[in-house]
DNA sequence: AATCCACAGGAAGCCCGGGAAC
DNA sequence: GTTCCCGGGCTTCCTGTGGATT
């Protein structure tokens, strides 16, 4: 299995690979999840944020804050940053204020009531069960615990759109008006979203409780992206490693995507690693190219990989329709394709309905584009195409031993109507 | 103008595996 | 043990609908 070549080759792989020296001072710091000292182009959305907050030095419970802006513009970080200089503030102060304690919950992630109900628990610490009690039990457990502390908890909400969309505003209500219920301890919610409209799902005694105060983040434009890029860069790679235009060709791509900051540390990262990988000394445009379509195809691949195998069928259905079919895929001849491969393989035929559900969550997913589109007499269907390269689906979903079976599947007639 | 196709997608509820409380 | 709750995946039943055709 393990022969000596083999085993010498590798050993020359981890040599020159320790020799080499690295262009990297300080990976982690070209991180998106990093927070770094500085926050170029956010001064004024963390004075403003500082602001609101600050009335916790003076130990009153700020007012609720509500922050608006589409991902990565820097809106997690500035508010973390807020939080870790005013919790050290907090310390040092002289005057006796309450204790503060910040929650932070990311909503996309704890995506029910129960669950960010259970985790704020987790963080005043009370161990509470991730199931089985009722979702009013456990915000009754939280309230007690905090009730007679002298305590300020700051809770941020990341991404709460998410859990309003998922779970309905049952646990926003309740904090928001946790304070009625609390003896000493005090409640400030901080709530992050990246949509804009999320508003409108919620009752409006919850927009106007929990939007108190309001902070929106606009995106990065190309130069700002470029100092950000640069600040990082210094304490991340070595000096002298970064072409010129490196710098700007990751600003210029990202800003080209909603000004993403996030995206834009991703592009220079890879491309740094894709240059240390090939041995290189320097890196180049060509790097960040290669990074772009990296980056692209690992998170393409990856979210294949990942899904249910119903879910991989029904993409498979679709794929076999692109290459098979004539025309566009369609939901009926999405299902007609899906319900063949399920005889084939002996699973279990999920129902028309559910499969439109599996349907738009690929499409939510990215990995395929449904449109409704109506046929006039022949009705109202959705046209389905692969927005990913088909070749990429059929090499992941091949990786899969269930669908063995079908790999050389070809759907029944190419279903050839008027 | 009316009809009618082929679905879309909402609502309700089932079932199951997790667990708590009594 | 019984009875309750939660969450996720799913089904059943249903009403709604854009626009070519009649």
């Not at 973390?80 to 992630?109: D, F, G």
């Amino acid at each position: 299995m393990f022969v000596a070549s083999e085993k010498r080759s590798l050993d020359a792989i981890f040599d020159t690979f320790l020799k080499s020296p690295t262009i990297f001072r300080n990976r982690d710091v070209l991180r998106p999840t990093y927070v770094p000292d500085e926050l170029p182009h956010r001064e004024e959305h963390i004075t403003r944020l500082g602001m609101i907050l600050s009335s916790a030095l003076r130990g009153a419970a700020p007012s609720n804050v509500f922050i608006y802006g589409k991902t990565g513009t820097g809106k997690t970080a500035a508010a973390k940053y807020v939080l870790k200089h005013l919790s050290e503030k907090t310390k040092s102060s002289e005057v006796s204020i309450p204790a503060l304690k910040t929650a932070y919950v990311n909503c996309r992630v704890v995506d029910t009531n129960y669950r960010v109900l259970a985790n704020l628990c987790k963080e005043v610490g009370l161990e509470v069960p991730f199931t089985g009690l009722p979702t009013d039990e456990v915000y009754r457990r939280f309230v007690e615990e905090t009730s007679d502390k002298n305590v300020l908890i700051i809770i941020v909400l990341d991404e709460v759109d998410m859990l309003v969309k998922k779970d309905g505003d049952d646990v926003l209500y309740d904090l928001t008006r946790i304070n009625t219920s609390l003896k000493r301890g005090r409640v400030s919610l901080v709530g992050i979203s990246n949509d804009l409209k999320f508003k409108d799902y919620l009752d409006p005694r919850v927009v106007s409780s929990l939007s108190e105060e309001e902070v929106v983040f606009p995106p990065y434009t190309a130069p700002e992206l470029q100092d950000i890029l640069r600040q990082r860069a210094s304490a991340g790679f070595r000096e002298g490693v970064l072409d010129d235009g490196v710098i700007n060709l990751c600003a210029a791509l990202a800003a080209r995507e909603h000004g993403d900051a996030r995206r834009a540390l991703d592009l220079l990262r890879v491309a740094g690693e894709s240059c240390e990988r090939a041995g290189e000394q320097k890196v180049s445009e060509k790097h960040v190219r290669t990074a772009q379509n990296c980056i692209e195809f690992d998170t393409v691949t990856e979210t294949l990989r990942t899904l249910p195998l119903q879910s991989k069928l029904v993409l498979y259905s679709i794929y076999l329709l692109e290459i098979h079919g004539e025309e566009e895929a369609i939901t009926g001849s999405v299902f007609d394709v899906y319900t063949e491969l399920c005889a084939q393989l002996g699973l279990d035929l999920l129902t028309q309905r559910r499969v439109g559900d599996l349907v738009n969550e690929l499409d939510m997913l990215g990995i395929i584009n449904a449109k409704v589109e109506s046929k006039g007499r022949y009705g109202r269907t959705k046209k389905i195409k692969l927005s990913v390269p088909s070749n990429q689906v059929r090499e992941v979903l091949g990786e899969d031993e269930a669908l063995k079976n079908v790999s050389n599947y070809v759907p029944k007639g190419s279903r050839q109507s008027s």
